[in-house]
């Protein structure tokens, strides 16, 4: 027998020696076969115990939510964001209520801030009326291309290049 196979066969017999020990031997010895407990995992909840809140449906009506039924204790989300952007709580939790999520409300908080040409109910408004978050930053010139005249390499102030294949970015770079 070839030297490699005999510490392969021997520890396959020891693996099995092992199975018998641990799957035979406890039950016909007599021996107490302790259960393993029974854990679950349960998402971790801000609300009160007893009071939790529950998934919306997409026809649901968001206004009869958790947060929005009870004033006792705020949203952690819509507490930061008043507290961040010096608004109340409760301007926030009407925006939520009316159907708004804490994702938009602070785009919206951040947009308006960046960027004072929109109020945040305009924003809103822009959202609603098919907008992206990106088309809208676009065009107050908070991402993207600038198309001012004052860009590197746009004299004319068209938006793009004056000279083809030439870039910014490869102004400044030196030949090896």
């Not at 693996?15 to 029974?38: E, R």
């Not at 994702?103 to 924003?123: E, H, K, N, R, V």
């Not at 930053?137 to 993207?144: Q, V």
């Amino acid at each position: 027998m070839n030297k490699q196979k005999i510490p392969n066969l021997f520890l396959a017999l020891l693996g099995a020696l092992a199975m018998i020990l641990v799957t035979v031997l406890p039950a016909s010895a007599g021996a107490a076969v302790i259960p393993a407990p029974n854990i679950s995992i349960d998402k971790q909840s801000d609300e009160p115990e007893g009071q939790e809140a529950k998934e919306l449906d997409d026809d649901e009506d968001p206004s009869t939510s958790y947060y929005c039924t009870q004033s006792d204790i705020p949203h952690p989300m819509g507490a930061r964001l008043a507290e961040r952007y010096g608004l109340t709580y409760g301007e926030l939790q009407d925006k939520f209520c009316s159907g708004l999520g804490w994702g938009q409300i602070m785009l919206a908080l951040q947009t308006s801030q960046a960027d004072s040409t929109y109020t945040t109910d305009q924003l809103f408004d822009l959202r609603s009326q098919g907008k992206g978050w990106g088309q809208i930053w676009k065009e107050l010139g908070l991402i993207g291309n600038s198309r001012s005249a004052n860009s590197m390499n746009d004299a004319d102030g068209d938006g793009k290049p004056d000279k083809p294949g030439k870039s910014w970015k490869n102004k400044n770079k030196t030949k090896p």
